[in-house]
């Protein structure tokens, strides 16, 4: 067994947390092993300058391997950013709609629903679509949505971190730019940028650490970007200055280009997705197939790789599938306030084996309990 230092054997669990969620270990591991000197720097890379020849060599290295990772088009712009998804949720309008404009919004989950709260006093924002009525277990058809085609931007959430819904295409929007909040679904598989306006996304699920977040933008776009705001919240300045505005997240920057080296690794996207959609289908397989004792309520075609909520046939027995579960090894499944029952989210890092785990001991506690 792996031991830390003097005997205390290492008890890492398999980590079912929606985020900040589980980190692949090899990433940390190196994190580790290189945290007092870091390259050639004699020094970690959280004690060296930002504007040094090292850390900008490893911004570089990250954005090329998200562009290769993604196949970012040359017309969009990679940006290492702070503030979490949740500022971009009103920087974005800041930025992109005008005051007496409007932006179209699509809400299949609550944060969708912030996205609205927190962007509502830059513009004028619409209500094109929303699942609030099946309290978002679906995602309204295309052809129901509401969109204005004078909209500056059609914003929605691809996967519902909370609710566990996620689009399973992208949609069509025409010729109104389309905005992604990719914060729990980016990297689990392939994406074709190219469609996308802007793709943005909090680092803490898929990519890294809290405290980071990546935004890739097509450069026509920038030029809306407001000349009176402040530079430290207009997205061309940022682009300007290649995220170097003022001091980034070095040390969330530093771990998100050890990701993504990881999964180009691991095969890339391509990969990955495959192993998710391989990951989801195992666990949804064992709640379907539990003969009624677990449940989830998300619509089939709408149901999430990511994160995957679901109910016990008695709440009562929620404490004991948490504690038990704990005991197993396996952390962090107690569901979202806002829907309740458990929840397993089954981000890039959480190998085949913990899905594997969890349905075990699933099958185990429902012939205890059933
Ligand atoms: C986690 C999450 C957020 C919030 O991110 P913060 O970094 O806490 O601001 C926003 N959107 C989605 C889809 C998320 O999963």
């Known amino acids: 067994m792996c031991r830390q230092r003097k005997g205390t054997p290492v008890t890492r669990g398999f980590n079912f947390s929606a985020g900040p969620a589980a980190l692949p270990e090899v990433v940390l591991r190196q994190a580790q092993a290189e945290l007092l000197e870091w390259g050639h720097a004699r020094a970690s890379v ?135 909040d990719m914060s729990s679904d980016i990297l689990s598989r392939p994406l074709d940028v190219s469609r996308f306006g802007l793709i943005y996304a909090g680092a803490q699920k898929n990519i890294g650490a809290s405290g980071l977040v990546v935004m890739i933008v097509r450069d026509d776009l920038l030029e809306r970007c407001p000349k009176g705001i402040a530079k430290i919240l207009n997205y061309a300045e940022h682009a300007a200055q290649g995220s170097l505005l003022n001091t980034p997240n070095t040390f969330g920057w530093y771990l998100a280009a050890l990701v993504f080296r990881w999964i180009l690794a691991e095969g890339g996207l391509a990969a990955i997705g495959e192993r998710n959609r391989t990951k989801a289908a195992r666990l949804y397989a064992a709640i379907d197939g539990s003969a009624g004792f677990y449940a989830n309520h998300v619509e089939r075609s709408a149901r999430s790789w990511m994160n995957v909520p679901f109910f016990l046939p008695r709440p009562e027995l929620e404490t004991a599938f948490l504690a038990e579960s704990r005991e197993a090894g396996l952390l962090a499944l107690k569901g979202h306030k806002a829907v309740g029952g458990l929840r397993a989210s089954l981000y890039n890092a959480m190998p085949l084996a913990g899905v594997d785990a969890l349905v075990d001991f699933m099958g185990d506690f429902a012939r205890r309990h059933g």
């Not at 090329?64 to 503030?83: I, T």
């Not at 971009?88 to 709260?117: C, L, S």
């Open 46 to 180: 959280m004690e060296i300058s930002h504007r040094g020849r090292e850390f900008m060599e490893l911004a570089e290295a990250s954005e090329r391997d998200l562009r290769s990772l993604l196949g970012v088009p040359a017309n969009y712009r990679v940006l290492f950013l702070q503030g979490g998804a949740t500022q971009h949720f009103a920087q974005i309008p800041m930025n992109f709609a005008r005051q007496e404009g409007v932006a179209d919004y699509v809400v299949t989950g609550a944060w969708g629903e912030k996205a609205v709260r927190e962007g509502s006093p830059y513009t004028h924002v619409r209500l094109a679509a929303s699942s609030l009525e099946s309290n978002y277990t679906r995602i309204p058809p295309r052809a129901q949505w509401d969109l204005d085609p004078g909209a500056a931007y059609v914003h929605y959430t691809p996967n519902e971190t909370i609710h566990g819904v996620e689009f399973q295409d992208i949609p069509d929007t025409g010729g109104v730019p389309l905005f992604a």
